[in-house]
């Protein structure tokens, strides 16, 4: 079989105009990033025809290392809703460069359910990330010049700044460095360090804003620590809202691009969902529903992470009602789940897999408390033999919910009709109801024992002390109300990588919270995640090439 990337360059592409064309958007509108990408202005959003399409959350079990194709199946369930008459769009996140020449060489997709101009979107887009990487090192800039002036200082105290700067790479040693040495002309000395740009508040706050001007006032709203009279410090303090939004003055405009088969396309905004809040911009959204009947969405990783964020965040902030909810599983991670070791995935294993569905279950139980009953989309790979295929439906109806087999990725939209027909069914039947998990007005350490108790299938959640000051602090400044936002693992239901499947009696610890005020959330931190990822023993950029015609290869 081909690599995802010579599929992608084999594929004839479409100016981007005759897909615009297909959304009813004028070409002569478009922002054009030459001929196969544009932004879309935001005046093309219009909020009367939501209620008249539908909104279709793709999330998955809890994945392997390698991840269970969801945005596979978003592109492949999109283009099939095409095939079956349904005017669809997809719409989905911008690739960070940390995981590309990390662990994933690419995330746009594969095989025949991809997005194109595939090496573009994975290597800088429009610039959006680069933006908001701006935007934010801005803000700590203007931080750190503040504590140096003698005139004009707003008192601030370095020991209480909890802004960092942000890169759009995996690199592990500038989690934690000294920043100001050098003498007195070289800044005051501090500790701070770096996340990755997709855990930047700038990138959460861009995600959940409504218009330039929203987008403006959120900024100003970032907090960045307190005085040495134990005043809290906003952006606004610092005047850096202006020129923050002006950084972000094109990547607030969402992204257009199409698939292998010409359907439209949305990307924009790329928060990570063990770090952050996981899914798109709500622009991106209402932009694809404000022209579509179909709008296909993922949230990233698994249902208690993306999904639960999608539903408690996104959905809350920008009154979004999914419609249908599809959970991607794939045999290999059932049986992962089930035990099997990784290197033995591709083995037929009926006990391992049997063993595994307790992860399913735990997903589908998730999706049911927020109102859903999922389908379930079993992503096929060419080594499921026709026995763990059956086993795995038949176990599907057991739980009563429906199940389609979803081959997209060998297939494109064709691979994926069945699984369309059967979202379809699931749209049409009108049982999907969404509720959120919890209501703004409750205390944090309600909300977060919530999510941890119900979703992740904790018995009790543990604060440590700096964590507990932290949570008393905001509540004093009168931010209670805010959403949560849990930084977790993505390899566990729990807050310890190494428990597969449906771990029971365990304790979620939340070691430190931090303020996103300007996002409109808290993000509790459990166990040892880290918002700086690290690469791997064997990057994905050892692999990736270019040669003297500027054909790219290594993008998987």
Known sequence: MKHDIEIAQEAKIRPIGEIADILGIPK?????????KAKIPLEFIDESKLKNSRLVLVTAITPTPAGEGKTTTSIGLAQGLNLIGKKTTVVLREPSLGPVFGIKGGAAGGGYSQVIPMEDINLHFTGDISAVEKAHNLLAALIDNNLQLKEGN??????????????????RSLRDIVIGLGGTTEGVPRQSGFNITAASEVMATLCVAKDLDDLKTRLGNIFIGYTFSDKPVFARDLKAQGAM????????????????EGTPAIIHGGPFANIAQGTNTIIATKMGMSHSEIVVTEAGFASEL?????????SQFGNLSANAVVLVATIRAIKYHGGARLADLQKRNLEALIRGFENLDKHIENMRWFGFRPVVAINKFASDTPEEIELLMHHCGSQNVPVALNNSWAEGGRGAVD???????????????????YELSWTFERKIETICKLLYGADHVEYALKAKSQLDRIEKLGLGDLAVCIAKTQKSLSD???????PTGFTVKIREVELSSGAGFIVPIAGTIMRMPGLPA???????????????????
């Open 28 to 36: 002569d509108e478009l922002d054009l990033y030459g001929k196969y």
């Open 154 to 171: 707003l008192g601030i105290d370095p020991r209480t700044v909890a802004w960092k700067r942000v890169m759009d790479m995996n690199e």
């Open 245 to 260: 939004a002006v950084l972000l003055k094109e990547a607030i405009k969402p992204n257009l691009v199409q698939t292998l």
């Open 306 to 314: 993306g999904a639960e964020k999608f539903f408690n965040i996104k």
């Open 419 to 437: 699984l369309a027909n059967t979202v379809l069914r699931s749209i049409e039947d009108g049982e999907n109801k969404f509720k959120p998990l």
């Open 496 to 502: 310890d990588p190494a428990r597969r499947g449906r």
């Open 538 to 556: 064997v990057p994905s950029a050892e692999n990736i090439d270019i040669d003297s015609e500027g054909n790219i290869k290594g993008l998987f």
